[in-house]
C-alpha cells in the first residue's frame, strides 16, 4: 500500500465534490497571493520546486507491514517560495499524477489536494514559523525546523483523511482502524519526510540562502498569523 494518495472511489461523490470545491477556492486564493506576493526571481524557483517534488515522490521508502511511503513535499515547497506558491507547487505535481500516472485518482484529485497541498503547505509552514521562533533567530536552524515541521505534515494530512473517510468512506474498514493505522504509518512516514525536507533545505540554504523564503529575517516581535497564511515574507 503506498500512502498518501487517495484512489477513485475510496471516498464517496458527495464528499469527493466538497473537497474539490475547497480545493478550487484554496488554489484560487493561492494564485491571487502569489500574484501579489511573488517576485520575478522566484517565479523559476516554484517550477523547480514542482520539479523536485514530483521527481522525489516517484522514489518510495518501506515503512511497515507491506506499506511505502514518499516525499508530500508541502513544508519544503513552503519553506523554499512560501505557503501559496508551495501549494500551488504541489498541486500541480498532484494534478500531472493523477492525470499521467493514474497516482491517485480523478475524482479524488480534490481530497488529495486539500490533504496534500493545502493542509500540507499552510499547516506545515505554520508548525515551521513556530519551530524556528522557539529553535533561535540563526538561519542555521532552518533546515532543523523545517524538518521537525515535516514531520507533521503527513500526520496532519492522515488525520484529514481520517475525517473524510469518516464523512463518506466505502465502510469496509472501521473508522478506528483506518484512523489507527493512517496515523501510525503516517508518522514514520512523517520522520522520512523530515530527513528529506531537512536536508533539500539544508543544500540550498548552503548555495543560496537567498532564494529560502523561510529564511528571511524576523523581527522580535511574533510572526503576524495573516501574514503567514497569505505567504508574506518572513522578515
Known amino acids: ?41 522566484q517565479v523559476p524557483v516554484v517550477g523547480l520546486v514542482a520539479a523536485f517534488v514530483f521527481a522525489v515522490q516517484m522514489l518510495n521508502f518501506p515503512v511497515a507491514n507491506g506499506t511505502s511511503g514518499h516525499l508530500m513535499g508541502g513544508v519544503l515547497a513552503a519553506v523554499l517560495v512560501g505557503p501559496a506558491a508551495g ?34 503547505s499552510f499547516a506545515g509552514f505554520v508548525a515551521f514559523a513556530v519551530l524556528r521562533r522557539l529553535l533561535g533567530r540563526s538561519t542555521s536552524v532552518v533546515p532543523l525546523a523545517a524538518g521537525l515541521a515535516a514531520v507533521t505534515s503527513p500526520v496532519l494530512a492522515a488525520i484529514a483523511f481520517t475525517g473524510e473517510y469518516a464523512a463518506g468512506g466505502n465502510d469496509a474498514v472501521s473508522v478506528g482502524s483506518v484512523a489507527w493505522t493512517m496515523i501510525g504509518v ?40 495573516a501574514a503567514i497564511v497569505t505567504g508574506a515574507p518572513l522578515r
Not at 493523477?98 to 481530497?111: K, V
Open 186 to 225: 503516517h508518522v514514520l512516514i512523517g520522520i522520512g519526510e523530515g530527513v528529506i525536507t531537512a536536508a533539500a533545505i539544508g543544500a540550498v540554504m548552503a548555495l543560496r540562502p537567498d532564494l529560502v523564503h523561510g529564511a528571511r529575517r524576523l523581527e522580535r516581535e511574533p510572526p503576524d498569523p
Open 1 to 41: 500500500m503506498l500512502a498518501m494518495h487517495i484512489p477513485d472511489g475510496f471516498i464517496d461523490g458527495p464528499t469527493s465534490l466538497l473537497a474539490a470545491v475547497v480545493a478550487v477556492a484554496g488554489v484560487a486564493a493561492c494564485l491571487r497571493t502569489t500574484s501579489r506576493t511573488l517576485d520575478e526571481r
Open 87 to 120: 501549494a500551488l507547487a504541489v498541486t500541480v505535481v498532484l494534478a500531472v499524477q493523477a492525470l499521467l500516472f493514474a497516482d491517485g485518482g480523478l475524482s479524488a484529485l480534490g481530497l488529495n489536494v486539500v490533504n496534500i497541498a493545502l493542509i500540507g
